[in-house]
């Protein structure tokens, strides 16, 4: 059963020249499913994640097509027809995003107590500050830092505690949809590979659904159920995961997939032997 259902979506940026940066997209996203969302930079995966949350703005337009929420709780929401109010209680709430350079997205002059609880106090005015507080350690601690860091300002924090610090964030109030854009970006491989398998293990225990954004395609096929994969506004194709490895349809699809070197040295000549490294640098030193 889906949870979230994007139908012939389409965005411009209404500039001199009007840019089709997103072109009568169709997705739907499972319950407790990672979907995917691979592409090179600039093809629309951001302008999508933005407009499935409502947080366009000029030039951006929506041209055509809508975005459906179905809750858990069984109603449908068109998030076309949410405004004010009820648009902010909404986002939060329900659908939650980790934002591209999340984790300079802290504020350097508050604590991340403060930055946690303010989640709370605008969404759930009626827990006491204790509740609060022991809300923001619990969040802290499920995506694996220590509650003690809730005293420390962003600057104290490595860049892999401040990406777990706004993925809390983004879980404090149980969403049934978790957008991430580039999470793991600027990270080093070691924290991207702690961080993803923190997300793993948070979908498995709080059974939410992951739009996950990326450019890193091989990154996707280790962790997502289906992947779509986005070019010049479009979806050029959507596959299970295992399916879009082995069997690859569309031809842009196949060149993502060649161009990433292989361990092996299959795919061109990106591998090195120590023998031919030396012989580099004797030549070097002789000349």
């Given at each position: ?18 840019v ?5 997209v ?34 951006a337009?929506i041209?055509?097509g ?18 004010g ?18 984790m ?14 303010d ?48 993925i ?24 991207q ?29 280790e ?5 779509a ?8 194709e ?45 030549q070097?030193?002789?000349?």
């Amino acid at each position: 059963m889906s949870v979230l259902s994007i139908e012939n979506l389409s965005i411009d940026y209404r500039a001199e020249t009007t840019v089709h940066a997103v072109r009568e997209v169709s997705l739907t996203l499972e319950r407790g499913e990672i979907l995917g969302l691979a592409g090179e930079s600039g093809c629309g995966k951001s302008t999508l994640a933005y407009a499935i949350t409502r947080l366009l703005k000029p030039p951006a337009a929506i041209t055509g097509g809508r975005v459906v929420f179905s809750s858990r709780e069984g109603y449908d929401i068109d998030l076309s027809s949410l405004a004010g109010d009820d648009l902010r209680a909404f986002r939060w709430d329900k659908i939650a995003m980790v934002f591209q350079g999340a984790m300079n997205s802290l504020n350097p002059v508050l604590r991340i107590s403060e930055q946690l609880e303010d989640v709370f106090i605008t969404h759930r005015p009626e827990l006491s500050k204790a509740d609060r507080r022991a809300r923001c350690a619990d969040l802290l601690e499920r995506v694996g830092v220590d509650r003690d860091r809730l005293r420390a300002y962003p600057h104290e924090l490595s860049g892999g505690m401040r990406q777990r610090v706004m993925i809390a964030m983004a879980l404090a109030l149980e969403p049934q949809v978790l957008i991430m854009d580039e999470p793991t970006t600027a990270l080093d491989v070691v924290v991207q590979r702690e961080i993803l398998r923190e997300i793993t293990r948070l979908r498995s225990e709080l059974g939410f659904a992951v739009v996950f954004i990326t450019h890193d395609l091989p990154l996707l096929l280790e962790i997502s159920d289906r992947i779509a994969v986005m070019r010049a506004g479009l979806i050029v194709e959507l596959d299970d995961a295992l399916t879009l490895y082995t069997k690859p349809k569309h031809p842009y699809t196949k060149r993502l997939l060649s161009s990433f070197p292989s361990l092996t040295g299959e795919r061109g000549g990106f591998v090195r032997t120590g023998e031919i490294a030396l012989e580099e640098t004797d030549q070097t030193v002789e000349a």
